[in-house]
């Protein structure tokens, strides 16, 4: 905002900019809430100097979980902007930019409605995923090219949002870091969970599966075809350790009884044949590419879609499973790991919500939480940086912060209420039947 002539700041997000958070910013004299009004400020006083995209895309069907609304969301609006703003590059559009935009967003809607069409299969996947968590087994996605990194970004989610480890849910893609193409390259240093190469999971994996792992391959027809002599010996060797072993597939061609096709997917035990609507689609697009469908820009947008749709399903895959073993309660996410600011504040919220305690009192319960001790440290020579520092590689913090907050326990008596239930939504089930352990009232009540 301070170089106009040289920058276009956005601010994209999915609250009114009066609802930003206006809190201190480390390091810095402003906080989020005075920048996102002057970034207002400039978009009203001159047009096209500066931009605020905050669309309402309506609650998280978990609250506090951004990773589902607002992350497909993200994903829709930037690769719209990205494909109008090629389109507009190379002159390649015959509308306007208007119904173009319009054109681009209802083929995502028709993806979303068709994508749920397949709920009922989906929840085998769900079932097999809190199967395997609930049985310190661990879910495993493998794919290739963009659907390979989709596995790798679902399964990335699933420490922070709840408090999963980083083997329980993984995922991998043919090539490695080759094709994941990141700045920094190979992390295998840094250690096991970092290895994302599917060549990894078949030479140094597969004989280590217990019953209660699930392997799920993520595939298109190319790939199917790549892997088409491949994926039986992969299945005679997965079998022989779990039968928990199926595919995600995406027919993108109107040969779905082609007898290959149809052998190859016959060795997962379970498998989702994804047809999407593909004429639909290319009618809603034909104004935008008015081009052979076999264009290499229909074929980006037709795999940005793919790829949508595949994250709504696997969305659904983590987070079913997850619930499944506990991990959420009254609909809020009360493992959450505390490893960056806005999940910091987030597991404040969650304590004062259900202890209905004051922001304090919450706060205090936390930080007692993170320091593993019934008295809060100095807050006069520590920022929250180092809270965040200290509580990222810790298990269970939120939920024992809860139980003190709770029923107003030491942090050793919280700990034994965890031991005790295992999942802290258990725990608070227990809290508030048999009258809290001490309170007066129910701070649970709704």
């Not at 849910?169 to 994941?180: E, L, S, T």
């Not at 079998?239 to 597939?249: D, M, R, S, V």
């Not at 935008?288 to 696997?314: A, C, G, N, R, Y």
Request: charged share 20%; aromatic share 8%; with cysteine.
């Amino acid at each position: 905002m301070d170089n106009p002539d040289k920058y276009i700041p956005v601010l994209l997000g999915f609250n009114p900019v009066q609802y930003a958070r206006n809190l201190p910013i480390e390091n810095w004299n402003k906080t989020f809430l005075e920048v996102a009004r002057r970034l207002e400020d400039c978009s009203k006083n001159k047009a096209g100097s500066a931009f605020i995209i905050n669309p309402v895309v309506g609650p998280e069907a978990i609250t506090g979980s951004s990773r589902m609304k607002s992350g497909s969301a993200t994903k829709i609006i930037l690769e719209t902007v990205l494909t109008m703003a090629h389109q507009i590059t190379e002159q390649c559009s015959n509308t306007t930019v208007t119904d173009a935009v319009k054109g681009l967003l209802s083929s995502y809607q028709t993806i979303y409605n068709a994508t749920y069409t397949y709920s009922d299969q989906i929840v085998q996947f769900i079932d097999w995923a809190g199967m395997s968590l609930n049985n310190n087994g661990h879910v495993y996605y493998i794919g290739m090219d963009s659907l390979g990194v989709m596995g790798i970004i679902d399964a990335s989610e699933c420490p922070p949002t709840y408090g999963a480890t980083l083997e329980d849910i993984r995922g991998f893609v043919v090539g490695g870091y080759h094709c994941y193409g990141n700045r920094e390259g190979s992390l295998v240093h840094l250690g096991e969970p970092f290895n994302l190469s599917a060549e990894h999971f078949k030479e140094d994996m597969i004989d280590n599966l217990t019953t209660y792992d699930t392997v799920i391959f993520l595939l298109r027809e190319e790939d199917l075809h790549k892997l088409h002599e491949n994926i039986p010996k992969i299945a005679e060797s997965v079998l022989k350790h779990t039968n928990q072993f199926g595919a995600i597939f995406f027919q993108e061609t109107e040969d779905k009884d082609h007898v290959d096709k149809q052998s190859t997917l016959s060795h997962f035990k379970h498998h989702i044949s994804v047809e999407l609507p593909w004429r639909q689609i290319q009618q809603q697009t034909a104004p935008i590419f008015h081009i052979e469908p076999k264009d290499e820009q229909v074929k980006h947008f037709s795999t940005f879609l793919i790829e949508m749709s595949l994250k709504w399903i696997l969305n659904s895959v983590s987070t079913g499973g997850h619930i499944l073993i506990g991990k959420v309660y009254k609909n809020f996410m009360i493992d959450v790991r505390v490893s960056n600011n806005k999940l910091y504040h987030r597991a404040i919220g969650i304590i004062k919500q259900f202890a209905e305690c004051s922001y304090d009192e919450a706060k205090t319960a936390l930080l007692k939480s993170i320091y593993s001790s019934d008295t809060v440290p100095d807050n006069d020579n520590l920022v929250t940086s180092q809270h965040i520092n200290k509580a990222t590689s810790m298990d269970k913090v939120v939920p024992t912060a809860l139980v003190m907050a709770v029923i107003n326990c030491s942090i050793e008596e919280a700990r034994k209420v965890l031991q005790e239930f295992t999942v802290v939504s258990k725990a608070l089930q227990s809290i508030k039947q048999t009258g809290n352990h001490g309170k007066q009232t129910d701070p649970l009540k709704q």
